[in-house]
């Protein structure tokens, strides 16, 4: 990996903790009733048990994690399901262009179907070689190490492609649509 610096996006700082924040409680979860769909412009509509998701091949992924409130964590190590595996089985339509994410809570973001199939984009299940905790978005949460972390939905429920984009709950609220750090887009 590059050296440190050049890694932190403009106006970030580096922390070793990983603060929590999120929109509402943190939902309880139930491994026996939770399950993972995946709906929309695809040929293979999808749904999931946590035991089937949990049996979908692995895959483990370092990358830099950075809020739009200013704070980076760097080497972050993600344990769970390529995003591109689960476009695979579902087989998105040639018209989808977009993947809405929708969280418990209704907690939804959206992104470009493009920027999803980029190799270090997963749904996690696992942070640093243990289970990823709930206040962290266990059990699955969507990882965009290019976007604000506010694009990295916690509790991923379901995916569902689209033609258009659907602005998500922060981006309703004025947060850049596109999030990306680099450029510092963290307000429409």
């Known amino acids: 990996m590059a050296d440190e610096k050049s890694r932190i996006p403009p106006h970030q700082a580096v922390t070793p903790k990983f603060p929590v924040l999120h929109v509402g409680p943190v939902p309880r979860f139930d ?108 059990p699955l949460r969507l990882v965009v190490p290019k976007k604000y972390a506010y694009k990295s939905a916690k509790w991923v429920r379901k995916l569902r492609f689209t033609e258009e984009q659907e602005l998500g709950f922060w981006e309703q609220r004025g947060y850049s649509n596109t999030a990306d750090p680099w450029k510092e887009e963290r307000y429409a």
């Open 31 to 138: 491994p026996k009733t939770w399950d993972f769909v995946v709906e929309g412009l695809v040929e293979n509509p999808l749904r999931l048990t946590y035991g089937e998701f949990m049996k979908l091949p692995k895959t483990v992924s370092t990358s830099d994690f950075h809020c739009v409130t200013g704070w980076s964590r760097l080497n972050n190590k993600w344990e769970g399901v390529a995003f591109k595996t689960i476009a695979d089985l579902a087989k998105p339509l040639s018209k989808a262009k977009f993947v809405t994410i929708v969280a418990e809570g209704n907690y939804t973001t959206s992104l470009p179907l493009e920027d999803l199939l980029d190799e270090d984009v997963l749904l996690a299940y696992g942070f640093n070689d243990n289970a990823l905790q709930p206040e962290h978005g266990g």
